[in-house]
């Protein structure tokens, strides 16, 4: 953990996840952003940050290939709160090519393809979107998978060099769901029908009772690999 995160760490310590949000918004103004996918946990902290009228930029990012229950939840939510969410899309020259040279469902073919396409449509916007910031709050749980049970509620990202926040790192679904009926927050249909973790249409499925948090998330791979690259686990 590099001397900024110990800090941020430092700063939070005791705080509720509103606290530490507000805390850290006053001590990165401009600099702090939350990336939401529309699932459960962010949904959570959507509300956190506009029912408190925190100064973090909300973004998403935009695929191409999300489902149409995300799109109402992404409607939902601007009209609930009547706050921006700031969308960021693949580059159109790069996208154009894989589909182009690959075809639209190259991600099947190999892990390789997959990590392609996931860097294209994912990862570079991802790095738009966070250029310039030192903070990036994110809705990862401990419980999610046993790769997320590696990380850190504050850790440092090399990739992107910036420290991030799960600031409901250590909740439970349990945790999560009450919250949502206790503040009425609109919240995505496809969690009801099986779907624990959304991603894009293609690369997710419903999960069956007692499987893997993300076992629906690129099912046809090696249950190891069941990360985009979004988040690497930081080294201890």
């Given amino acids: 953990m590099n001397e900024l995160a ?7 310590a005791g705080l509720s ?9 006053n001590l990165f103004p401009g600099e702090i952003v939350f990336s939401t996918s ?7 902290i959507s509300h956190m940050i506009f029912a408190n009228k925190l100064p973090i930029k909300v973004f998403t990012l935009e695929t191409g290939r999300l489902f149409r ?31 182009s040279t690959k075809g639209p469902n190259s991600f099947y073919e190999s892990v390789e393809n997959r990590k392609e396409c996931c860097g294209i449509r994912k990862i570079e916007p991802l790095k738009r979107a966070l ?7 994110t809705g990862i749980r401990a419980d999610q998978s046993v790769n997320r049970h590696d990380m850190h509620d504050v ?3 090399e990739q992107n060099n910036l420290v991030k926040f799960h600031p409901i790192f250590s909740w439970t679904l349990d945790d999560v769901k009450a919250y949502i009926k206790q503040y009425n927050i609109p919240y995505n249909s496809l969690h009801d029908k099986g ?4 991603g894009c249409m293609p690369c997710t499925r419903a999960v069956a009772e007692g499987e893997d948090f993300r076992a629906g998330r690129w099912w046809w ?16």
């Fill in 6 to 12: 110990k800090q941020v760490k430092a700063s939070i």
């Fill in 17 to 25: 996840p509103v606290e530490a949000l507000a805390k850290l918004a």
């Fill in 38 to 44: 529309f699932g459960w946990e962010d949904q959570v």
């Fill in 69 to 99: 229950e995300t799109y109402s939840v992404w409607s939902s939510t601007m009209d609930r709160y009547k706050q921006p969410i700031h969308a960021y899309y693949p580059n159109q020259d790069l996208l154009e090519q894989m589909v």
């Fill in 131 to 137: 250029k310039g910031n030192k903070l990036w709050i």
């Fill in 155 to 157: 850790e440092y990202d």
């Fill in 195 to 198: 779907f624990p973790s959304i």
């Fill in 221 to 236: 791979e090696d249950q190891s690999k069941k990360e985009c690259g979004l988040h690497e686990v930081a080294a201890k």
